[in-house]
């Protein structure tokens, strides 16, 4: 099938290049020139494992092409529109500015019986809004919501847990869904659960399934809370808890926190549309989740301060990671960033490190310093403290290898991931977020 994908940021670049490798030809279109021209070579203009060596496939190919042209899209079967519904500027909403601009511009070059699939995480309402101005070019708008997993986006497209399409009633409605079942045939072919709705739900599901986790992720870390009060470890909690079918260990890891561009936003767009949907005390617990996320960041703060004798002035500190997760380059409201910059803003000398997001952080935060060898980034540490739980910090540092090289041998875990045992064994004054 011919598809165009408009909007190739993280949503758009992965959707494009997943949608050529299934046999499609796809073309990309985005305003950003840059970005364009990078795509265009084959080159990922952000970090995610998998997608260069897709784009490369794609274009080379011939199936996949990006360019700055909206007309480029006249003549596909199925426009998908995956922009960016950033936070709004002095308030919690979201900016729909760019999803109303991606359909003011391609509603010219819409023919009848097109598909046109909203990927973006939009308010519930938005669908029913946009779905006339389509309607009236004689196409058909249907809701498709993406869940994709940063690090984890590529076999997330080709291979999903589930898809979604909130379309229209009657018939119309019908044959969109039964287009999208061609577009990801190789899914449904593998007997991926398709779930038909109307737009309201698919709008709400993908909100209700972010405002869950943020709620799971935000519940630990209370629990950690009450941990650090009563001697209680925290990640014990978790595992007791966890083994029973109806709640899971997944997302029971307390620590810093989560950030990123999706699940801060998310949670706090939707607080905003229950507000003006007359239903705020329905979700009230979400603003309780986002201060609970927000003070663990301020506690791991206190665990470097209190490590360092109750001052960081002039204390050489290491952070291991900046991206917001591992197996990204994301520093969207990153809480490992976060911390990083307020252990700055206290005095002190603060060194980072992280496989791939260095220069996204540098670029942000300047006055900060960035050594991209990892044990570079430790010599001469009077503290460690770990945010992003990648493999090079959890798994390949050996604590006797880092004690080596730093001047203190004080570490603080903000993402509960280390051997605490191993490293005090090593002679490590160990901190753990919820831990005695």
């Given at each position: ?60 190919s ?6 700055t ?37 391609l ?18 309402g ?29 076999k ?13 009633e ?34 709400l ?7 869950f ?18 001697g209680?470890?925290v990640?014990?909690l ?16 307390a ?8 699940l801060?936003?998310d ?8 507000e ?11 603003r309780?989740m986002?201060?609970?996320n ?12 209190q490590?360092?004798g ?16 591992p ?7 990153s ?48 503290a460690?403290?770990v ?6 910090y959890r ?12 001047s ?29």
């Amino acid at each position: 099938m011919r598809l165009s994908v408009i909007g190739c940021g993280y949503l758009g670049a992965v959707h494009a290049a997943a949608m050529a490798s299934i046999g499609h030809d796809v073309v990309g279109i985005d305003v950003d020139e840059r970005k364009v021209a990078q795509l265009a070579a084959g080159k990922a203009p952000f970090f995610e494992p998998g997608l260069e060596e897709l784009l490369v496939e794609g274009v080379q190919s011939g199936r996949l092409r990006f360019t700055t042209d909206t007309s480029a899209a006249f003549g596909a079967s199925v426009h998908f529109i995956g922009v960016g519904t950033p936070q709004q500027k002095g308030g919690y909403a979201a900016d729909l500015t760019y999803v109303d601009a991606a359909v003011d511009g391609l509603l010219p070059y819409l023919s009848p019986g097109d598909i046109v699939a909203g990927k973006s995480t939009v308010p519930v309402g938005t669908a029913a809004t946009l779905a006339p101005r389509i309607g009236a070019k004689g196409a058909t708008l249907v809701w498709n919501p993406e869940f994709l997993r940063e690090g984890w986006a590529v076999k997330d497209t080709i291979d999903p847990d589930r898809l979604v399409a909130g379309v229209p009633e009657g018939d119309d409605g019908v044959r969109a869904a039964d287009v999208l079942r061609e577009v990801y045939h190789p899914a449904v072919a593998k007997q991926t659960p398709f779930i038909v709705t109307d737009y309201a739900t698919a709008e709400l599901v993908k909100v209700a399934a972010n405002a869950f986790l943020a709620t799971k992720i935000s519940f630990i870390n209370a629990m950690a809370e009450i941990a650090e009060v009563t001697g209680a470890d925290v990640t014990q909690l978790a595992d007791a808890i966890g083994h029973d079918a109806r709640i899971g260990r997944r997302f029971l890891g307390a620590g810093i926190g989560f950030g990123g561009g999706c699940l801060p936003k998310d949670i706090r767009a939707f607080s905003a549309r229950a507000e003006e949907l007359g239903r705020g005390e329905s979700v009230a617990f979400l603003r309780e989740m986002d201060a609970i996320n927000l003070r663990r960041r301020d506690r791991a703060v206190e665990l470097v301060v209190q490590a360092l004798g109750g001052s960081v002035f002039e204390k050489n500190v290491t952070v291991l990671g900046a991206a917001f997760k591992p197996h990204s380059d994301d520093i969207r409201d990153s809480p490992a960033l976060d911390v990083a910059v307020r252990l700055y803003g206290l005095g002190a000398a603060v060194t980072i490190t992280d496989p791939a997001a260095i220069e996204n952080a540098r670029r942000i935060h300047p006055q900060l310093t960035y050594v991209e060898d990892r044990d570079e980034a430790l010599r001469g540490a009077d503290a460690v403290i770990v945010v992003t739980e990648w493999d090079e910090y959890r798994r390949q540092l050996s604590p006797e290898a880092a004690g080596a090289l730093v001047s203190g041998r004080v570490v603080v875990d903000g993402r509960n991931c280390l051997d605490a045992a191993a490293w005090r064994r090593a002679g490590w004054t160990y901190y753990g977020m919820g831990r005695p």
